[in-house]
Nanobody
Framework: QVQLVESGGGLVQAGGSLRLSCAAS????????MGWFRQAPGKEREFVGA???????LYGEPVKGRFSISRDVARNTVHLQMNSLQPDDTADYYC??????????????????????WGQGTQVTVSS
């Protein structure tokens, strides 16, 4: 049984930082593309970023240069480091796993439909 469990959300002031974690069980994070998505109230789900099976990362435009994703293979965990947070970053953040090949094109990683497994989400609130 696959489980993805996010943690680390909370309330932070604008300009602050948070680090989210996604602990995986039932799958090996290095065998999957691991993505982060977010959804704010009344808005569509948005791609935040992903770490490919190769270990390289890619990010959505709104978070480039501020967010970074890392993978801890030993702990089977993926992290999302969020810096310079702004009120527009307020959302529920979800971790997800996709069985993408090494040769998958970038647009596949941003497609939520490619992800077979999802966590329950963790809430991030950024106050101004």
């Amino acid at each position: 049984q696959v489980q993805l469990v996010e943690s680390g959300g909370g309330l932070v002031q604008a300009g602050g930082s948070l680090r989210l974690s996604c602990a995986a069980s039932g799958l090996t994070v290095s065998n999957f593309a691991m993505g982060w998505f977010r959804q704010a109230p009344g808005k569509e789900r948005e791609f935040v970023g992903a770490v490919r099976r190769s270990g390289t990362t890619l990010y959505g435009e709104p978070v480039k240069g501020r967010f970074s994703i890392s993978r801890d293979v030993a702990r089977n965990t993926v992290h999302l480091q969020m810096n310079s947070l702004q009120p527009d970053d307020t959302a529920d953040y979800y971790c997800a796993a996709a069985p993408l090949s090494y040769y998958a094109i970038a647009s596949f990683y941003a497609d939520a439909g490619q992800y077979h497994y999802w966590g329950q989400g963790t809430q991030v609130t950024v106050s101004s």
